[in-house]
């Protein structure tokens, strides 16, 4: 079954920089676009980030553009996004996600539980 695990969020002040990590497991990512997403509170989840499966191609949310990079290792099976220039409005749940399909935009199939991020002023 597969399974995505995110980590690397925490608590941050305002101009910082966090790095969050994304692992899958029972599937090989080789085939997959992936993604994320993030969730404020009282707020609908918002897509802020995806790369096609062989990791050539690349599309930002306006909000995270120039700040945030999407990368991936397919043999490590991983996902990254480097955040920098963190504000407070960049506090929410971070979510990992496979799609269905290789290319950007997914169809995203499976989904990870989320890491916190927070962004103190």
């Known amino acids: 079954q597969p399974q995505l695990e995110e980590s690397g969020g925490g608590l941050v002040q305002s101009g910082g920089s966090l790095r969050l990590s994304c692992v899958g497991s029972?599937?090989?990512?080789?085939?997959?676009?992936m993604g994320w997403f993030r969730q404020a509170p009282g707020k609908e989840r918002e897509a802020i980030a995806c790369m096609n499966n062989a990791g050539t191609t690349t599309n930002y949310a306006d909000s995270v553009k120039g700040r945030f990079t999407i990368s991936r290792d397919n043999v490590k099976r991983m996902v990254y996004l480097q955040m920098n220039s963190l504000n407070p409005e960049d506090t929410a749940v971070y979510f990992c996600?496979?799609?269905?399909?290789?290319?950007?935009?997914?169809?995203?199939?499976?989904w990870g539980r989320g890491t916190q991020v927070t962004v103190s002023s």
């Open positions: 029972g599937f090989l990512l080789d085939y997959y676009a």
């Open positions: 996600a496979a799609s269905s399909t290789p290319r950007c935009p997914g169809a995203w199939a499976t």
